[in-house]
């Protein structure tokens, strides 16, 4: 009989810890989710959470992405965990060939002790019924073998390494930004096939009417950026170096913020690539610009909002002094913001600002080049100036960015 009751014991023991082991399985695998920004890409306006129909527009046309909530029908509840990591790291599920939309070219490095905890979550969470949308992709992309050959060359499934040169900080950031964070797919450049090209790993790219930046550390500490600048940015979407807008607003506010304070630094240390604390620069501003054309206009246009000093206000408009933005040597988005104004922007109940107004109707090419070379003067240690000629042909740029993005 004691033995009985020693049996039953650790029985009930042993499934009480199975479930403990499920749930904190469960609960890795949403945070990992967080990190991915799983959330951002797989809901649509409106929607139900991870039920897809999201929109994105490509040179092909336009792919809307997929149902990943459990639901067995419309979603990936009947995937067994072979399904799932193969189509996470390989771009290839049961149904066919995804398209790299989907950044599977960087979710290959996430480790299989961290796939299982992805897994785990995804065939826990809430089923809908909400079915997957039709591509509207033109010929030949819309043939899914094609893909193969796109993979073939494109895509070398690759396990992440740790550096032994550098510290297990430095690792962990390189491994959660460049597998789960997936950086690189928005930071780097592509080529004609649109792969990344990994020789110009985070030096920027176009994404739709804007300049995702140069991340580069060399770029980040040259332009003056902290640690603490870093994390400030990546925890609430903005900094004395500025805000964020765009997918990036997305970015931070579905999952950057959500990173607890050691992968925060861990992200930190490996974009400025130091494990010391870096101090960054002190924020510019000329007074010596203070004269002629350009200074009147950022009177007249911008001064009631970020300040005459560029420093701006808190919850209301960001700085200008040391501007992140304003620093590159591309404009881009700078005169995206200027002529076409930034809609409000909420990151959290603390850190928000108001709308920009767009000022495109209201400068001509001449008044625009004067106000962006004060900006240049007033804020950064940028070298950059324009002629008006070289103004108009950037306007022109961001125009039909602009066009093209809105259809």
């Known amino acids: 009989m004691q033995k009985l009751v020693t049996l039953a014991l650790l029985f009930a023991i042993s499934r009480v810890a199975v479930a403990d082991t499920d749930t904190e399985l469960i609960k890795k695998g949403k945070y990992l989710s967080e990190m991915a920004d799983c959330y951002a890409c797989h809901t649509a306006e409106g929607g139900e959470p991870y039920a897809g129909g ?13 149902n ?22 390989l771009g290839v599920a049961p149904k066919g060939n ?34 997957n949308p039709d591509n509207d992709v033109m010929f030949p992309a819309n043939i899914r073998m094609g893909l193969k050959v796109w993979n073939f060359f494109n895509h070398s499934p690759q396990k992440y390494v740790m550096d032994n040169s550098k510290s297990e900080v430095w ?21 004609m096939t649109f792969a990344m090209e990994e020789d110009k790993h985070y030096q920027g790219a176009m994404i739709g009417n804007v300049w995702a930046p140069d991340i580069t550390s060399k770029t980040l500490v040259q332009q003056g950026w902290s640690t ?48 010391a604390e870096v101090a960054g620069k002190d924020l510019v501003s000329n ?6 054309e350009g200074y009147q206009l950022y009177m007249g246009y911008c001064a009631g909002c970020h300040g005459i000093e560029g420093k701006g206000k808190p919850n209301f408009a960001p700085g200008l002094a040391g501007n992140g933005s304003l620093a590159h040597d591309n404009s881009i988005n700078l005169l995206v ?19 920009m107004p767009a000022y495109g109707d209201k400068l001509s090419d001449a008044e625009l080049t004067e106000l962006v070379n004060y900006l240049k003067a007033a804020f950064t240690d940028s070298p950059v100036r324009y002629s008006v000629a070289q103004m108009s042909s950037l306007r022109k740029e961001v125009e039909e960015n602009q066009k093209q993005a809105t259809h």
Do not use: W
């Open 54 to 66: 999201l929109a994105f527009k490509t040179p092909f046309g336009t792919i809307y992405s997929t």
């Open 68 to 89: 990943i909530t459990s639901d067995k029908q419309h979603g990936i509840g009947d995937y067994n965990f072979e399904q799932f990591d193969k189509a996470v790291r």
């Open 98 to 131: 995804l398209y790299p939309a989907m950044p599977y070219t960087s979710f290959d490095k996430i480790t299989h002790e961290d796939m299982q905890a992805l897994y785990a979550y995804f065939m826990d969470i809430k089923p809908s019924p909400q079915p």
């Open 171 to 191: 690792n962990r950031g390189n491994y959660i930004l460049n597998s789960f964070g997936h950086c690189g797919e928005c930071h780097t450049p592509r080529d």
């Open 228 to 275: 603490q600048d870093v994390k400030d940015l990546l925890r609430s979407g903005s900094s004395r170096k500025g805000t964020v807008v765009g997918e990036m607003y997305t970015a931070i506010y579905h999952s950057l913020s959500k990173f607890d304070d050691q992968d925060l630094q861990a992200a930190a240390v490996y974009l400025l690539d130091s494990d």
């Open 287 to 292: 007074t010596e610009a203070n004269q002629g």
């Open 337 to 355: 913001a200027t002529l076409y104004g930034i809609k409000p922007q909420h990151y959290s109940t603390l850190v928000s600002f108001d709308d």
